[in-house]
């Protein structure tokens, strides 16, 4: 079992160096997407990639997982398989009553800001509304490999006592556990092909360090990504592209606001005559400033500053913006009535748009989410057991699916 966890602990050390250059991308595109704390607050002055990101979520929630449309089916692909609408119910009903609505969209942030993003779909204990409970989790706590996962969280000794009521903490913890049972401890979760095992990172070389082992027949953890470039584990987003615009229209309104604090407060000269007195002089309406008899006093300064192309900059940027994040393209769903051939128009190039990302969320997401329902379900005696490889197609008929069909009849 050593010798094991030491491989792991090598695969993970070789996850987190392969993560190592994303980090920064990340920060810099969360930065100006969903601002963290005071910091980056005050020095963001332009939200139009904000919104973009937010409206493209939206629109992604609208058009791949609809909580109003039945946009899951089963279809049998042989008589003698057992009936797929019973399980098409149940997923779809457990779906609806677990907390999956309200938590893809997490996800779909960080799908769209990111390019790749996480969701824990764990199973909820007997009697609870639903049999799935579901958990985004950040990139930053995730590791990945070809064919393994990594999630480090930290968790308080206690909560890991109760999660795992089998291990005995090492006995170089164990005092220290006594005396604060909520010490916090940096457990590392990983998940190579099937097979679990979480382990203690605290350094060192110490006894018990694995909290728990264990096997999956299904991958919790749906990592899915926006577009993949070859050689690549980590997907891009339409953020990290639009990256180099959404900076430099920061710093371009950064400039306008300043230049027009220069021209609401202007820029003032005095002589130095020993009767104006610059730290008692305050520019405001109705104030009277001394000078000197025959002095010029306080006058402004002309500022040669001649700001208005950054107008013209700054339009050209946030279009570029816009653009990239398909805020001009892919909007929410129009209020305006379309005539049959606008609808063929605009499907046809959203799907020219989105057709490559579509096949890949379908893959990395829809399938393997339906694929652990049907399993948890079946497990749970809920359902008969039912196979997507070999009892049952999926047929999928969210509206996004929609216009690809429509699109593959023309």
């Known amino acids: 079992m050593q010798t094991k966890l030491e491989n792991l602990q090598k695969m993970y050390r070789r996850a987190l160096d392969m993560r190592a250059p994303w980090l920064k991308r990340w920060e810099d595109a969360r930065r100006y997407i969903m601002p963290t704390d005071d910091a980056d607050n005050a020095t963001l002055f332009d939200s139009t990639a904000a919104d973009a990101a937010d409206n493209l979520a939206a629109s992604m929630y609208t058009l791949l997982t609809p909580p109003e449309s039945l946009w899951l089916t089963l279809v049998r692909e042989s008589e003698l398989s057992p009936s797929p609408e019973p399980a098409t119910m149940a997923l779809r009903a457990n779906l609806n009553d677990s907390n ?13 800001t990111l390019g790749t993003t996480c969701l824990f779909m764990a199973e909820n204990p007997i009697g609870a509304d639903s049999a799935f409970s579901f958990t985004a989790i950040p990139m930053t706590d995730i590791a990945i490999l070809k064919d393994a996962i990594f999630h480090t969280t930290s968790m308080l000794a206690s909560e890991v006592i109760v999660k795992y009521p089998t291990w005995t903490p090492p006995a170089s913890l164990l005092d220290s556990i006594k005396r604060n049972p909520d010490m916090p401890l940096r457990l590392v979760q990983s998940l190579v092909d099937t097979e679990f095992v979480a382990w203690l990172d605290v350094g060192g070389d110490i006894e ?8 999956f027949e299904t991958n919790p953890y749906l990592i899915f990504r926006w577009s993949l470039s070859s050689g690549e584990l ?14 430099t229209a920061n710093k371009v309104v950064e ?7 220069i021209a609401v407060s202007g820029i003032w000269q005095a002589d130095d005559d020993g009767v104006i007195n610059l730290s008692n002089i305050n520019l405001t309406p109705g104030a009277i400033i001394p000078k000197a008899v025959g002095s010029s006093g306080l006058t402004p300064l002309s500022s040669g500053a001649n700001f208005d ?22 909007g929410l769903l129009s209020e305006k009535e379309m005539t049959a051939t606008e609808i063929m128009a605009r499907n046809s190039d959203m799907m020219r748009i989105l057709g490559a990302t579509y096949g890949r969320l379908l893959q990395e997401f829809i399938r393997p989410l339906c694929e652990r329902g049907l399993y948890i379900l079946s497990r749970r005696g809920v359902i008969e057991p039912i196979s997507l490889h070999s009892d049952a197609e999926l047929k999928y008929i969210a509206p996004l699916a929609q216009m690809v069909a429509s699109e593959s009849l023309i």
Do not use: W
């Not at 018990?208 to 264990?214: F, H, K, L, P, Q």
């Open 208 to 215: 018990n360090n694995i909290v728990a082992t264990g096997t």
């Open 234 to 247: 980590y997907g891009r987003g339409p953020v990290l592209r639009a990256l180099p615009d959404i900076k």
């Open 100 to 112: 999956f609505y309200t938590t893809i969209h997490q996800c779909y942030m960080d799908l769209v």
């Open 255 to 261: 400039l306008v606001l300043k230049n027009a604090t």
């Open 309 to 330: 192309v950054s107008q013209l900059i700054l339009k050209d940027l946030r279009e570029r913006i816009r653009h990239t994040l398909l805020a001009d393209r892919l």
